[in-house]
């Protein structure tokens, strides 16, 4: 398969290249592992364990760039007739209290929980 670039295209994907390859070095990944934040654990105290890990994401963009991450998650409809994918976004007025009180040292043990069952 032959291509034909205009003369500009080969810099500009080098370009791009160079730009991307900045971006991977720079980023870092933790991994923790915990009993406490398990599917099990979450349910059991009546918590959605999804919900808590888009909120876990909301909380360590906002320790991490001080302000909430704009962000969505896609969900299936598919089981509903006319069903298809459509968006939650989990960044909400909400999710921005939550953060703030887990961000405040101040903030007591009940506010916090009442703050993740908001």
Request: charged fraction near 15%.
């Amino acid at each position: 398969l032959g291509w034909s670039l205009p003369p500009h295209l080969p810099q500009a994907i080098a370009d791009a290249k160079a730009r991307f390859t900045a971006t991977i070095a720079s980023t870092e990944l933790s991994v923790m592992l915990s009993e406490a934040f398990t599917s099990t654990n979450l349910k059991a105290n009546k918590l959605s364990p999804d919900g808590m890990m888009q909120m876990a994401f909301q909380l360590a963009h906002v320790r991490m760039h001080g302000h909430s991450a704009s962000t969505y998650e896609s969900a299936s409809t598919a089981a509903f007739k006319h069903g298809r994918t459509e968006t939650i976004r989990s960044a909400t007025p909400e999710s921005a209290i939550f953060a703030a009180a887990f961000c405040d040292s101040s903030t007591s043990a009940a506010e916090r929980a009442a703050r993740m069952r908001a």
